[in-house]
């Protein structure tokens, strides 16, 4: 039973997300979840993957967005 949420994010899907979300830069983001905006940096340029729970997050802030409208 693998649950989609649970998997790690393309960055493809991190640009996705943080467009829904409103964040233009990667300093946006980073502040919003609480990391560097190097880490964000590296899960953009596909270096390092988008570790699963700031993944998991992601998609719950999305989907909450998405509801208000």
Not at 22 to 30: F, H, L, P, R
Not at 52 to 58: C, F, S, T, Y
Request: hydrophobic share 45%; aromatic share 4%; net charge positive.
């Amino acid at each position: 039973m693998d649950d989609p949420r649970l998997a790690s994010m393309s960055p493809d899907e991190l640009r996705a997300a943080m467009r829904t979300l409103g964040y233009k830069t990667q300093n946006d983001v980073a502040n919003a979840i609480g990391v560097s905006r190097s880490a964000v940096s590296l899960w953009l340029d596909g270096k390092v993957g988008v570790p699963r729970p700031v993944a998991m997050l992601l998609r719950m802030l999305v989907a909450a967005q998405r509801r208000q409208f």
